[in-house]
């Protein structure tokens, strides 16, 4: 069964720092792209980060770019989303999501909230 499991979310202060954590089990780590989305209240769904499972590439929301760091340690098969400098705009349900071809997982989330 592919289970993937966000925790590291909660209450920061602006200018603070967070790091989420996905813990990935059911699926061989390498045949999937890895990425965090999030989701504000009343706001579509919205990339944040994604580290291609094929060449090692990665993306940011030019929102996040320079402050948030994706990194992955397979010998953990876990996900990491490092978030400094946090603004309160960045308070959101983040959510880890695994694609492939013809697959695509997703998390229940983690919520983060950032105050002024």
């Known amino acids: 069964e592919v289970q993937l499991v966000e925790s590291g979310g909660g209450l920061v202060q602006t200018g603070g720092s967070l790091r989420l954590s996905c813990a990935l089990s059911?699926?061989?780590?390498?045949?999937?792209?890895i990425g965090w989305f999030r989701q504000a209240p009343g706001r579509e769904r919205e990339m944040v980060s994604c580290l291609s499972s094929t060449d090692g590439s990665i993306d940011y929301a030019d929102s996040v770019k320079g402050r948030f760091t994706i990194s992955r340690v397979n010998a953990k098969n876990t996900v990491y989303l490092q978030m400094n400098s946090l603004k309160p705009e960045d308070t959101a349900v983040y959510y880890c999501n695994a694609r492939s071809v013809g697959m695509n997982y997703w998390g229940k989330g983690t919520l983060v909230t950032v105050s002024s």
């Open positions: 059911g699926f061989t780590f390498d045949d999937y792209t």
